[in-house]
């Protein structure tokens, strides 16, 4: 998601150019379309060698048919979570199956990878995660990725009366079903809202604002005690966009939300929830409550500065903790905060955006997609869940997924305790999974909002334009929800 | 007779040395620029080998999409100041650096300490985009933690409230990456001037000098047109330059890819990327590739014609 610091693209570091990368992604399709078969109506990615080991025996606990002792190739996006996890992951999975994993842990996930789906050689397993993933949406569409339906039909490694499906939270499913089919396994659970610092509050005397207006309460008050009210990565409008979608959701109620991913020609204009979210966070500017110079700064420039008080609020999902382990100071006490409610709000304040992050997926061509099949089932077992706990400090999509005996930081636990108080009251957005280009174009307006180059109504008018547009994706159809 | 036979000889040997190089270069550099053509006839998702002829359909929308429109203006204005303001520059400087200094019996000389002007100047140019890119963030960076706004803020021209957001400004951010490409590239094209004008014989300089020439006499009558072969490459160099930017502005500027404030930094390569690898529209990325390329051609070729002078010989 989010937790990257390599947003961009870098051309002289290591790794290939883009010059090279688009010659070399053309040279690979040289191989893949032998003759000048390009003009032909469909010319299929020449003939994948079957290469690695042949297919093991399939049994009641090898339900995918995992050949012993052959080649694991795992590739993960190295961002906010490390890839620690995965590399305990991986020697379980070598010490159990007798395989020799090759693992590798990158920010560059397109660049690496583009070649080898080009090329029909993918790795095996893939957390396609990070500034530079491959969207899943254009991956699904390609024909790449290996129906996971399989993994969720298996028996679980805890309790082999039961299927991996029941074990896992709700949304799951649904978050990684790109028309009609499972295919990525959003495995981190994320909670989205804002956050403080409870040292600092504690010691200011604010408490946690509930409603809007109490939250430009506090926000006027840090203001007067000289630091920022609201800061907010504003390189990357990606978070205030989750601010200004909750009070959308919240305000107009989970078919406001709906409207927005099955765009609907009112999900922005003419829906009166939408233009109060976004005048409610414009309120914040015009208020001069903002933080000074938040619109131009980098995520990690922004959070730090929060790590050092000269902010109040901050909006980020549940990573941040994990990301921010380095500058946050020891007695900060991080909290998480559900985003405030509106007057009149359809859903409580206790309702929170929560989803799963990082999708895992496994290519349709990969050397040993029986092997990836069973690296997933093993991920939703509690025993790789508590790993990833202790590792990375997040949560996963396993049900009760951590070991009670495990310790957590305290943002993770206040995440864990909001996640209890809101119970069934969780929704999710799917339109930046389903339509990126409406996303940027969103995410645009809301930096021009931010800096006060654009009013609320005009906000409104640019939100429903990338709607619309977006309507005439011929994907449009399959990807709706109800 | 004998003289046909050994002409033919020798242009066998010399087709035996480069018939290898040039077999790598047709399949490694002409051919996927053929391939890239290809592509951009088709709606190629970039992701998959799989896709279909659409014609000139992405052509057609090239030409109706402002994003890339505005991104080819931001490269045209690139394109023009680029190159004037790092030639005029760099020559302004080489000239003092070699033949600005007055004292001296022989007349022609840099101003005093010109070696390790020399040094300090091409010093940025030993340093990579990557590394520019994360030093002029912290130059441009919006809050007072930048360099910047920390100097104007205790100049007191700046609002510690509100600091100048460089980089997240409409009217701005463009003059912002110029500055550091002209930064970066002074440098180089200082030393390529010097080089070029330590060739020069120091007889017309004296000659010149003799005659009563000033400095400024001297540079435009004397050194200008005998180092006008190395402008002219020096401006095709920096238009190519200019028509990239890629670099800097994806990793400086906000959005994907860059381009950021709204597209007010946009050029055709960040332009391209985005299409290319994140909305999954790589045969429209290529139709960008393809009209990048005619125009870098279209541009080097007038760029030669127009600045073609009389060589002079010395």
Redesign the interface.
């Known amino acids: 998601m989010g937790s990257t610091s390599a947003h961009g693209e870098n051309s002289t570091g290591e790794g290939l150019g883009r010059r090279d990368l688009i010659k070399r992604s053309a040279a690979l399709g040289l191989i893949a379309v032998p003759t000048m078969s390009f003009l032909s109506a469909c010319a299929s990615g020449g003939d994948t060698t079957t290469k690695g080991p042949a297919k093991g025996a399939v049994s009641k606990d090898n339900p995918f048919g995992v050949p012993k002792g052959g080649k694991m190739d795992v590739v993960v996006f190295k961002g906010g979570f490390g890839d620690d996890y995965a590399k305990a992951w991986e020697a379980a999975f070598d010490k159990k199956w007798g395989t020799t994993s090759s693992h590798l842990g990158t920010q560059e996930i397109t660049g690496k990878l583009q070649p080898r789906f080009n090329g029909g050689n993918p790795p095996d397993v893939i957390d396609d995660s990070g500034a530079q993933q491959i969207k899943v949406d254009v991956l699904a569409k390609g024909g790449q990725l290996a129906d996971l339906t399989q993994v969720l039909d298996a028996p679980s490694l805890d309790d082999p009366s039961k299927k991996v499906r029941d074990m896992l939270i709700p949304g799951t499913v649904e978050q990684g079903t790109q028309g009609g089919k499972f295919v990525a396994l959003y495995y981190v659970y994320t909670v989205f809202g804002f956050w403080y610092s409870g040292k600092l509050f504690k010691e200011k005397g604010w408490s946690e604002p509930k409603t809007w207006d109490e939250f430009l309460a506090v926000c006027t008050k840090a203001k007067e005690a000289g630091i920022g009210g609201l800061a907010h990565q504003g390189k990357y409008p990606y978070y205030i966009n989750v601010v200004i979608m909750d009070l959308i959701a919240k305000k107009g109620g989970l078919d406001a939300m709906k409207a927005i991913d099955n765009l609907e020609p009112n999900a922005f204009e003419g829906n009166p929830a939408a233009l109060a979210a976004v005048e409610a966070v414009y309120e914040v500017v015009e208020k001069g409550l903002l933080m000074p110079g938040t619109n131009g700064l980098t995520h990690t420039e922004s959070q730090t500065a929060w790590n050092q008080y000269k902010a109040a609020f901050i909006p980020s999902g549940s990573w941040l903790e994990n990301e921010q382990l380095k500058q946050t100071p020891e007695d900060f006490d991080m909290k998480f905060l559900p985003v405030p409610v509106l007057a009149d709000s359809k859903l409580p304040f206790e309702a929170i955006r929560a989803g799963a992050g990082e999708p895992f997926i496994v290519p349709e061509k990969a050397a040993n997609k029986a092997g990836g099949l069973e690296f997933l089932r093993s991920m939703l077992s509690r025993e790789w869940s508590t790993t990833f706990a202790q590792q990375a400090n997040s949560l996963t999509v396993v049900k009760d997924g951590v070991d009670p005996g495990v310790k957590l930081r305290p943002g993770t636990q206040s995440a864990v305790a909001a996640v209890k108080a809101a119970g069934t009251n969780t929704f999710n957005y799917l339109y930046p999974d389903w339509y990126s280009e409406m996303d940027t174009e969103i995410q645009n307006a809301s930096n021009e909002l931010m800096a006060q180059r654009i009013q609320p109504k005009e906000w409104i008018k640019r939100a429903q334009a990338a709607v619309d547009k977006a309507a005439k994706d011929p994907n449009a159809k399959n990807n709706r929800r109800s | 007779m004998s003289h046909v036979a050994r002409g033919t000889g020798r242009g066998g040997f010399i087709t035996g040395f480069l018939i290898l190089p040039l077999a790598l270069y047709l399949t ?2 002409i ?2 620029y053929i ?2 053509f ?2 951009s ?2 709606n190629w ?9 659409v014609g000139l359909d992405n052509y057609a929308a090239l030409m109706k999409d402002e994003v890339f429109r505005g991104a080819l203006w931001h490269n045209l204005l690139l394109l023009v100041f680029v190159p004037v303001i790092t030639i005029l520059l760099a020559l302004f400087f080489a000239f003092m650096v070699n033949a600005g200094g007055r004292s001296g019996a022989g007349g022609v000389r840099g101003v005093r300490g010109s070696g390790l002007y020399k040094i300090v100047y091409f010093f940025p140019q030993v340093l ?3 590394i520019l890119a994360v030093l002029f963030g912290a130059v ?7 360099l910047l ?1 920390g100097f104007l803020t205790r100049l007191g021209l700046v609002d ?4 100048v ?4 400004e ?1 009217n701005l951010v463009l003059w912002c990456l110029l500055m550091v490409v002209v930064w970066h590239g002074v440098g180089f094209y200082l030393v390529l001037f010097s080089a070029a004008m330590q060739s020069i014989p120091k007889d017309i300089y004296e000659a010149a000098l003799l005659d009563g020439a000033g400095r400024a006499q001297t540079f435009f009558k004397v050194t200008l047109p005998l180092l006008w072969d190395s402008v002219q490459t020096s401006a095709v160099y920096l238009g190519i330059a200019a028509m990239d930017m ?2 800097l502005v ?2 400086m500027t ?5 381009g ?4 007010h930094s946009e050029v055709m ?1 960040t332009v391209l ?2 299409n ?5 529209k790589s045969g429209y990325a290529c139709a960008m ?1 393809v009209v990048m390329l005619v125009l870098t051609m279209i541009l080097s070729i007038v760029t030669l014609r127009a600045t073609r002078r009389e060589r002079i010989e010395f």
């Open positions: 490694f550099v051919w996927p391939q890239t290809g592509y006839f088709t998702s970039g992701q998959s080998p799989t896709f279909r002829f990579s985009l990557a441009y960076r919006s809050d007072a933690g930048g706004n510690p409230a509100h600091p957001e460089w980089l997240n409409p890629f670099v994806s990793t906000s959005g994907q890819f860059g950021g404030p709204d597209h390569a990327m985005r290319f690898l994140y909305f999954g590739g």
